[in-house]
Nanobody, 115 residues
Framework: QVQFVESGGGLVQPGGSLRLSCAASGSIFSIYAVGWYRQTPGKQRDLVARITHIGSTNYADSVRGRFTISRDDGKNTVYLQMNSLKPEDTAVYYC?????????WGQGTQVTVSS
């Protein structure tokens, strides 16, 4: 079964940057799309960025132009570079399948944007 492990979150000031990492347990990126999601308390988990098996990318309107998703197939890792962070980006970030869910949700990584 596929497993995803997220890392790289933390506390950052508005306007700052963070890079999140998502390590997969197998070589799946050439087969499946992978997405980054985020969730705040009391709200649903939303897709913010997706990279397909052929490398096409999609972004939510709220992050387009600030976030960049990429992957390293050799390391079975997908990244989310987050620039110009805003307080409203504060959330727990998760990765999973980009079109269909591929694995149980992991613990995610907390991103807090605050001065």
């Amino acid at each position: 079964q596929v497993q995803f492990v997220e890392s790289g979150g933390g506390l950052v000031q508005p306007g700052g940057s963070l890079r999140l990492s998502c390590a997969a347990s197998g070589s799946i990126f050439s087969i499946y799309a992978v997405g980054w999601y985020r969730q705040t308390p009391g709200k649903q988990r939303d897709l913010v960025a997706r990279i397909t098996h052929i490398g096409s990318t999609n972004y939510a309107d709220s992050v387009r132009g600030r976030f960049t998703i990429s992957r390293d197939d050799g390391k079975n890792t997908v990244y989310l570079q987050m620039n110009s962070l805003k307080p409203e980006d504060t959330a727990v970030y998760y990765c999973n399948g980009g079109i269909g869910i591929l694995a149980p949700w992991g613990q995610g990584t907390q991103v807090t944007v605050s001065s």
